[in-house]
């Protein structure tokens, strides 16, 4: 380097030039330390961390954002929907664009029609969420106004309309307990091993058939990877993803001609029915009343509709087909008549005088017919429902073989349907006595099961079943509500065959004196008549049940205010080769002959005349064959 | 005035390391605006750097010793520019810096950055002395002092702080003892807790805390630090490539064009950009420096060192903010930021050096 100082006038001295040339070379030297530092630290940053920072760079830029699949569609066996998925709109507020927050609430106060403390309420919800998140308004608004709120995009800037699909169950309140609801899972349900994979806010099946088949309705949820910018602003999407997987459509065995039968033919009045094919177990129709709207359930609701279904006195969440457990009693007289013939105590031939009441072990029990059947065997007494006959029998074959019976039509064992939280009733006897109460059997009580009454308890569906087995002649089916499913791609696999459980023998002897009696119920001037259909051979058996439940013994007295009676109505039609079983139940709704048979009866009758009546595809093809 | 000669002593070294950075300013700029509503401002940056070339050609071509001649009366006119700016400026983002000429905005602070060293410069040679006397000390303080004072209360204390390397340079050049160095390095370390308890603002002392702590807080303060970081960081040896860089194209990065264009740069171009660049600048320091100690007098010396210091200030101030090694401080990296009065300056800065060179040889 060049340095002629040491010719320079402008130098006093040596001294001072070489002074100046130092501090020139010491700031030089400090300067390019602090340089080599920033290259180290550059490199450090850079090449070292590196890949720490590009990961936290796509952290910042990178969004996975799930993509929820369609639920599964919900079909009758005839194709026909009974759930849907309909896209419901939502009122979104952007808070990023918000400008003036109280004018912003007064208005959509005035469009949405809520109040405007709801609308700050829902805001401030969201204080702790991102910016860019929206706000969810209001939901579910009516086509009107969503359609007035986008045209008013330019005043509104903030505010915006975004559709979601929701869960449709357009017949309302027709089957819901079978079909159950959907909701946002719960965080208990999070933690469990079923719901590996969902996160809050999930929609799941809660309830019924979209619970109990919710791996196959849910369908699988896809992904997408988008770009945002700093303010969290979708810029583009990314190549990779996965789209999501609609879920199975389920095709289920209700008939929806025969289930809306069933509602309208229920009105109001509070029970259950369960209609089947006994020859595969396949549910036809399948009812429990009162009801609820499903469709309240797919809301982010009002605490108040929750709790008005919650609190009812009348239960209308539970599901009195399967949930409910009653005495079965006249029906069971039937059971007592297989038992007896099964176990070789009596004959069909067994005859007995009924005075209108019996006394055993020093107690008055009463016939419900004043005056008495006077003399009658086993087909006469089950046609009349004679109390004293069951009575005589009951004392004579014991509670063991009567329990033992029962266990093998059914009854005590859940059935197996495809719903959640099956009852398995109760059908006592010593040892359950024992079990449960620490107590001695008193043979009273089996007086008392004798017509169906004491600790016995049944529910509807276990009722349909038994009706079924004597009218196939001994099998069990799996009671099933999923006839076939869609497999990806729309189509279908085929219908599930049925399923054999179990089967029980009975002699055809005893088949015949259970199916003569029940068809004598029915068609021969018995307690029955009501669910009589020309031609078709009904046969079924009624019941009235207390509802007040006997302790110990029977309050025969109670028998006579039917009105506070339970109804059975228990059949299969017609007599030989059934195709339709049943059990109707009507809580509190006086005698089965009178409640029950006339519900069962109009189901038949639909029943018979879709059957006997050629499709209607093939009438269309003969009309345009034959102009 | 412009001999034959003289151009023939240009130095084409230097010469080249500071238009090479404004190339490479101008191509980050367009990246950073890309796409935005600041679009225009890569064009706006190639006027400003026409202009700012002019300067350096006027400033190279006038003899230094002219331009000393009249230093007093240019660094008179910008003080009296800085004063009306106190008094009438409008506030623009919360100080009182820029002049408004019509559709034009200009920072005066930056012009008196050059009128300053040229009277500093223009004094300490007129006033030797063996040694550095007292009152050469004072008219130091002076000197640097005033525009100092005036920037500070627009107020742009990060501006204002770039004169500082003026009054270190030219005490230390001017011959301070060692010992007495030693004790100003030592008082604003030991005045350190008074300083902060009772001068700095709240703004200030976030800005330091957040600096020793990023973390504090991410989406305030902290959250340019952080950005910056992650934006240099995670452009590698070879970066994501021209206008591919994601903490920038996505606006994850403040102020990108202007303060924070370092950490753009070393995002798209990687390790090896960040380096090439830190080196360009580096050139113009050691020649800056080689040119000082060539320089045919005391003048010529206090010129040439007091606009690298100027200048090398500036360029490890913003580095340093972008790699996180200094609080925030608003200072623009010189050449590359997009602004017309920081490069039109610093260019004339440059010419001031390259003039010093032209002229090293006695007549």
Redesign the interface.
């Known amino acids: 380097?060049?340095?002629?100082y040491r010719?320079?006038k402008?130098?006093?001295?040596y001294?001072?030039e070489r002074?100046?040339?130092r501090?020139?070379g010491f700031?030089?030297v400090l300067?390019?330390a602090?340089?080599l530092a920033?290259?180290f630290?550059?490199?450090f940053?850079?090449?070292v961390?590196?890949?720490?920072?590009?990961r936290?760079?796509?952290n910042?830029?990178l969004r996975q954002i799930v993509e929820n699949p369609l639920r599964g569609l919900i079909l009758d066996r005839e194709g026909r929907p009974i759930v849907q998925n309909r896209i419901a709109f939502n009122v979104l507020l952007d808070r990023e664009k918000l400008v003036r927050r109280e004018e912003t609430v007064r208005s959509l106060s005035k469009i949405l029609n809520l109040p405007e403390q709801t609308v700050r309420e829902r805001i401030e919800r969201y204080r702790n969420r991102p910016i860019f998140e929206p706000v969810i308004v209001k939901e579910d608004v009516d086509m009107g106004e969503a359609a007035y709120l986008e045209s008013r995009r330019l005043e509104l800037p903030e505010v915006s309309v975004a559709i979601e699909p929701k869960r449709s169950y357009q017949n309302r309140d027709l089957a819901a307990h079978a079909l159950g609801y959907v909701g946002e899972i719960s965080e208990t349900q999070l933690g469990k091993q079923r719901y590996a994979g969902y996160q809050l806010g999930d929609v799941i099946g809660k309830a019924g058939l979209e619970s109990f088949y919710d791996t196959d309705l849910a369908g699988e949820k896809g992904w997408k990877q988008v770009?945002?910018?700093?303010?969290g602003r979708e810029?583009r999407a990314l190549p990779a993803g996965k789209r999501p997987l609609a879920g199975n459509a389920l095709r289920l065995s209700l008939d929806l001609d025969l289930q809306q039968e069933l509602e309208s033919a229920f009105e109001d009045k509070m029970g259950s029915a369960v209609f089947l094919d006994p020859d595969t177990g396949e549910i036809l129709a399948i009812i429990s009343k009162p009801s609820f709207d499903p469709n309240v359930f797919a809301r982010r609701f009002s605490a108040e509709e929750w709790k008005e279904l919650i609190n009812s006195e009348t239960h209308p969440l539970q599901n009195r087909a399967i949930q409910s457990k009653f005495a079965p009693g006249s029906v069971f007289k039937i059971v007592m008549s297989i038992a007896a013939l099964e176990s070789g105590k009596a004959t069909p031939a067994r005859t007995d005088f009924c005075p209108g009441y019996t006394v055993i072990y020093g107690r008055r029990f009463l016939c419900h017919q004043e005056g008495g059947h006077g003399t009658l065997a086993m087909v006469e007494a089950i046609k009349k429902s004679c109390n004293v006959y069951f009575y005589h029998l009951g004392r004579d074959i014991g509670i063991e073989t009567i329990s033992e019976w029962a266990h093998k039509l059914g009854f005590g064992q859940a059935t197996g349907i495809d719903l959640a939280h099956e009852e398995a009733g109760t059908v006592p006897d010593e040892a359950w006595k024992r079990r449960t109460h620490n107590e001695p059997w008193y043979p009273g009580e089996t007086i008392s099961v004798s017509i169906g009454q004491g600790a016995l308890e049944v529910t509807p569906i276990q009722m349909a079943v038994f009706a079924s087995v004597i009218g196939n002649g001994g099998t069990f089916y799996r009671p099933h509500l999923l006839l076939s499913r869609e497999v990806r791609g729309g189509v279908e696999e085929a219908v599930k065959p049925p399923e054999v459980l179990g089967n029980v023998k009975l002699k055809p002897s005893t088949l015949q004196v259970v199916k003569q009696a029940m068809w004598e119920v029915v068609n021969e001037g018995g307690t029955g008549t009501k669910a009589a259909i020309p031609g078709k051979d009904v046969c079924g058996k009624t019941g009235t049940a207390q509802v007040v439940k006997a302790s110990a013994g029977v309050k025969s007295e109670k028998l006579a205010e039917s009105i506070r009676d339970n109804a059975w109505f228990v059949g299969f039609a017609p007599k030989d080769h059934p195709q339709i079983a049943f059990a109707v139940f009507v809580e509190r709704g006086g005698h089965g002959g009178e409640a029950a048979a006339p519900i069962a009866q109009r189901v038949m009758l639909k029943f018979f005349e879709k059957k006997d009546k050629p499709p209607e595809g093939t009438q269309v093809a003969r009309a345009t064959q034959h102009p | 005035m412009l001999e034959r000669r003289s151009i023939h002593n240009l130095d084409w070294v230097l010469a080249f390391a500071v238009l090479s950075l404004c190339a490479a300013g101008m191509g980050m700029v367009y990246s950073a605006t890309l796409g935005g509503p600041l679009t225009p401002l890569a064009t706006k940056q190639i006027v400003y750097f026409a202009i700012g070339l002019a300067a350096m050609i006027l400033a190279l071509a006038v003899d230094y010793h002219t331009l000393a001649s009249l230093s007093y009366v240019f660094y008179a006119a910008s003080l009296l520019l800085l004063v009306y700016l106190l008094i009438f400026g409008r506030a623009i983002a919360n100080t009182r810096g820029w002049l408004e000429l019509g559709p034009v905005n200009f920072q005066p602070a930056e012009m008196t950055k050059i009128t300053t060293l040229l009277a500093l410069s223009s004094y300490l040679s007129r006033n030797r002395s063996s040694g550095l006397t007292p009152s050469n000390m004072l008219a130091i303080i002076v000197i640097v002092g005033i525009p100092f004072l005036l920037i500070a209360r627009q107020p742009d204390l990060g501006t204002a702080i770039t004169f500082l390397p003026l009054i270190a340079v030219a005490a230390f050049l001017g011959g301070m003892r060692v010992r007495t160095i030693f004790v100003l390095v030592m008082i604003p370390i030991l005045a350190l807790p008074f300083f902060w308890n009772h001068y700095l603002k709240d703004y200030q002392k976030t800005r330091v805390l957040t600096f020793l702590d990023p973390s504090r807080d991410p989406k305030g303060a902290g959250y340019q630090v952080l950005q910056s970081r992650i934006a240099v960081g995670s452009g590698g040896l070879t970066g994501k490539g021209f206008l591919e860089g994601t903490q920038g194209q996505l606006k994850f990065l403040p102020a990108q064009h202007t303060d924070f264009i370092f950490a753009l740069m070393a995002e798209e171009r990687g390790f090896l950009g960040s380096m090439v660049v830190l080196v360009l600048y580096f050139v113009v320091i050691y020649r800056c420096i080689a040119i000082a100690r060539a320089a045919r007098d005391l003048l010529g010396v206090y010129l040439a060192m007091g606009a690298m210091a100027l200048f090398a200030c500036q360029v490890l101030i913003n580095i340093g903010v972008v790699l996180g090694l200094m609080p925030t401080t608003g200072v623009p990296l010189p050449l590359m930021s997009y602004g017309g009065s920081s490069l039109i300056t610093t260019l004339a800065g440059m010419g001031l050096v390259l003039n010093v060179w032209m002229r090293r040889l006695v007549n």
């Open positions: 380097m060049a340095w002629d010719n320079s402008d130098f006093k001295d001294y001072e002074r100046l040339q501090r020139i700031i030089f300067l390019s602090v340089f920033y290259l630290n550059l490199w940053l850079q090449v961390n590196g890949d720490n920072y590009r936290l760079a796509d910042n830029r770009i945002v910018n700093s303010l810029i």
